[in-house]
């Protein structure tokens, strides 16, 4: 029996380079030895937007067809939108039951979040209990394993503690206790040479179009100790460099590293050199599998509709065993 994976992204704008490497490279290899559920956390993204909720929707899809373009297959994974299955926030609401209060003010998730996050009031009872829509998320599908990056990890943990709870207050194994796979973070960095982030105005989105994407790469900053063509570079502390060494082959690499050491060609030319290596390998790749999908919605929807279906029928067993146990069926 294939070990069952739960994840989840909030659908907050595009995603970026550094979700291809970090996460979705992560969970396209999952699917070849687990069982998958990848979810779209809008309900989670409510959380934060709801004052602002009218691009949800919007990017919810868009968020699918990046997945799809990165090779999460339907075939192999089980894909879907959260609040389409109301048993989310059904489970969420009974678990919350059984949550101290004292678990949920202590996380250092929320208290960071509640310091960081500016221009939206986040004292709401919801974001309080955001930790537990994603108990609810896991245990819903009974996951054995889920990949996180390490902001994650504390929700992951009070997860598990409510499944101790759980099997202690009702004296029933309902629930593995799921264990997190730490994402590691991606190797790339944004633009700047900060971590690539939305927030930074620093990323390479999957959905930007060639032309986009080359002036990306030409702004980019190179080693400042190369003034002139004739001035030799330090690759290491170049980020196209840096890029080249992900997206390029290893003879490609090495040229690189050669012709900036002995200031045989400039950074211009360096730069068009990726962004031709990135326009014909695996990006290109991606983004042509992303305007098939962006083409035809119809197709989205019936992936997600075949999803939805997969987990639901999951979710309702879990649920009505779940009620089962705490008498809330009638008799
Ligand atoms: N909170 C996660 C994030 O912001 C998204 C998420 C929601 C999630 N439910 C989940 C991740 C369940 C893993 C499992 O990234
Ligand atoms: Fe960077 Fe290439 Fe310029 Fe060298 S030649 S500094 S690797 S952009």
């Known amino acids: 029996m294939k070990k069952r994976v739960l994840s989840g992204m909030?659908?907050?704008?595009?995603?970026?380079?550094?979700?291809?490497?970090?996460?979705?490279?992560?969970?396209?290899?999952?699917?070849?030895?687990?069982?998958?559920?990848?979810?779209?956390a809008d309900l989670h993204a409510l959380m934060g937007e709801y004052e602002n909720p009218a691009l949800i929707r919007q990017n919810s899809i868009e968020m699918v067809i990046d997945w799809l373009a990165c090779g999460i297959d339907p075939k192999k994974s089980s894909i879907f939108i959260q609040s389409q299955i109301p048993e989310h926030a059904e489970l969420a609401l009974i678990l919350g039951m059984l949550t101290p209060l004292g678990w949920l003010e202590r996380n250092p998730t929320y208290k960071e979040q509640?310091?960081?996050?500016?221009?939206?009031?986040?004292?709401?009872?919801?974001?309080?209990?955001?930790?537990?829509?994603?108990?609810a998320d896991i245990l819903l599908y009974k996951a054995h394993q889920v990949p996180v990056g390490e902001d994650q990890l504390s929700h992951l943990e009070l997860t598990r503690e409510i499944v101790r709870r759980f099997k202690f207050l009702y004296k029933k194994d309902v629930f593995p206790e799921p264990e997190a796979l730490l994402t590691k973070q991606a190797r790339i960095l944004g633009l700047d040479r900060r971590k690539m982030s939305k927030s930074y105005g620093n990323a390479v989105n999957l959905s930007d179009s060639e032309e986009v994407f080359n002036k990306k790469i030409s702004s980019m900053i190179t080693d400042p100790?190369?003034?002139?063509?004739?001035?030799?570079?330090?690759?290491?502390?170049?980020?196209?460099?840096?890029?080249?060494?992900?997206?390029?082959?290893?003879?490609?690499?090495?040229?690189?590293?050669?012709?900036?050491?002995?200031?045989?060609?400039?950074?211009?030319?360096?730069?068009?050199?990726?962004?031709?290596?990135?326009?014909?390998?695996?990006?290109?790749?991606?983004?042509?599998?992303?305007?098939?999908?962006?083409?035809?919605?119809?197709?989205?929807?019936?992936?997600?509709?075949?999803?939805?279906?997969?987990?639901?029928?999951?979710a309702k067993k879990t649920m009505a065993e779940v009620k089962e146990l705490l008498h809330l069926v009638a008799d």
């Not at 970026?16 to 699917?31: E, F, K, P, S, Y």
């Not at 509640?114 to 108990?135: C, K, N, S, W």
């Open 114 to 135: 509640l310091r960081e996050i500016e221009g939206r009031d986040l004292t709401t009872f919801g974001f309080l209990g955001y930790p537990v829509l994603q108990a």
């Open 225 to 314: 100790a190369r003034v002139k063509l004739t001035d030799p570079g330090h690759p290491d502390q170049c980020n196209v460099y840096s890029y080249t060494q992900i997206f390029a082959d290893a003879g490609k690499v090495k040229e690189v590293y050669d012709w900036c050491t002995a200031a045989k060609k400039g950074c211009t030319d360096c730069k068009k050199e990726l962004a031709s290596v990135m326009n014909h390998g695996r990006i290109r790749e991606i983004r042509e599998k992303r305007m098939t999908f962006a083409k035809d919605e119809a197709l989205v929807r019936d992936i997600l509709r075949e999803g939805e279906k997969k987990a639901s029928e999951v």
């Open 10 to 40: 909030r659908p907050t704008g595009p995603l970026h380079l550094g979700h291809l490497l970090g996460a979705l490279d992560n969970w396209r290899l999952m699917q070849e030895t687990h069982e998958c559920f990848f979810m779209v």
